[in-house]
């Protein structure tokens, strides 16, 4: 299943998106957030679309897309999970997961304009990347077998980055170059993991109509069953949590491409996942 939320900021409407339309879930969601995933609500709106009940949402290609899920209480990110990604940024591959958090208010829908830092040094990356969101409560799980029934599904996410800020004044850790707000869309929809095989999505990017990254989640160093173990033995993931997982190559921190500016559009795309397209807008205004 495809789920989505669609409408003005804060006003979001939960949604199933079919091949054969659009529904409205409001009848069995107030949104689509942790507390909707840790009662079980994916398993209710399966059963409401196979019996029929679903009714359709009028306009729904007319509405903005939000990102599928309401405000994670948690963005967990990890870095240098692809071995040509860490070549081009001069590392190398990790021996253990690189972990960082970007703020509940980095995530916006897939096609919200993104503000540039007002940093006149600002240097800004694009990254597709596999989200992974949470359906129930993973601490301290026994191996990576046990990952998957502790998933709701897959979503595409732009881990937007400052390099300025996330390299030269970080001070060792990278979140001052992850916050700035907006800098996660999310979406267009959260795909169950019936309907994907993770371990093998392409993933693309594109800068004004260039293409940028083209690489597959088979070459991730530390796959999503492994990550979601590796994390649960550190924190406790809590439904609605949204896990980033790394970019393959091609962002600008490579030196082949420039950094963004106002007036770029960024589009990313992963198989089945669906695509996002966002512009950079001056963010003094």
């Known amino acids: 299943m495809k789920l989505a939320r669609l409408g003005p900021v804060g006003a979001e409407i939960p949604a199933l998106v079919t091949d054969t339309g659009t529904y409205d879930l409001r009848g069995l969601a107030r949104d689509i957030d942790g507390g909707f995933?840790?009662?079980?609500?994916?398993?209710?709106?399966?059963?409401?679309?196979?019996?029929?009940?679903?009714?359709?949402?009028?306009?729904?290609?007319?509405?903005?897309?939000?990102?599928?899920?309401?405000?994670?209480?948690?963005v967990i990110c990890i870095g240098m999970n692809y071995a040509a990604h860490a070549a081009e940024s001069g590392a190398a591959p990790p021996e253990?997961?690189?972990?960082?958090?970007?703020?509940?208010?980095?995530?916006?829908?897939?096609?919200?304009?993104?503000?540039?830092?007002?940093?006149?040094?600002?240097?800004?990356?694009?990254?597709?990347?596999?989200?992974?969101?949470?359906?129930?409560?993973?601490?301290?799980?026994?191996?990576?077998?046990?990952?998957?029934?502790?998933?709701?599904?897959?979503?595409?996410?732009?881990?937007?980055?400052?390099?300025?800020?996330?390299?030269?004044?970080s001070g060792g850790q990278w979140s001052k170059g992850k916050c700035a707000p907006g800098f996660c869309?999310?979406?267009?929809?959260?795909?169950?993991?019936?309907?994907?095989?993770?371990?093998?999505?392409?993933?693309?990017?594109?800068?004004?109509?260039?293409?940028?990254?083209?690489?597959?989640?088979?070459?991730?160093?530390f796959d999503v069953e492994f990550l979601v173990w590796h994390l649960s033995q550190y924190m406790t993931l809590e439904p609605g949590d949204l896990v980033i997982t790394g970019t393959p190559q091609g962002v600008a921190l490579s030196g082949r491409f420039p950094f963004l500016t106002a007036g770029d559009v960024v589009e990313i795309e992963i198989e089945g996942l669906?695509?996002?397209?966002h512009a950079f807008v001056d963010g003094t205004r």
């Not at 979406?187 to 800068?207: A, I, Q």
């Open 96 to 169: 253990n997961p690189v972990v960082f958090f970007k703020t509940p208010n980095t995530v916006g829908g897939p096609d919200d304009d993104v503000a540039m830092p007002r940093s006149a040094q600002a240097k800004v990356d694009w990254e597709v990347e596999l989200g992974i969101v949470i359906g129930s409560t993973a601490a301290y799980l026994d191996s990576p077998e046990q990952s998957l029934s502790h998933i709701a599904g897959f979503v595409v996410a732009d881990d937007l980055s400052e390099r300025h800020a996330q390299i030269e004044v």
């Open 37 to 74: 995933l840790a009662r079980g609500g994916v398993a209710e709106v399966r059963a409401a679309a196979d019996a029929g009940s679903l009714p359709a949402l009028d306009g729904a290609a007319d509405l903005r897309v939000g990102s599928p899920v309401a405000r994670p209480g948690a």
């Open 274 to 277: 669906g695509r996002q397209r």
């Open 185 to 221: 869309p999310t979406g267009p929809w959260l795909v169950t993991p019936d309907e994907v095989d993770h371990r093998n999505l392409r993933l693309r990017s594109w800068v004004n109509g260039d293409p940028r990254q083209d690489s597959s989640t088979k070459d991730m160093i």
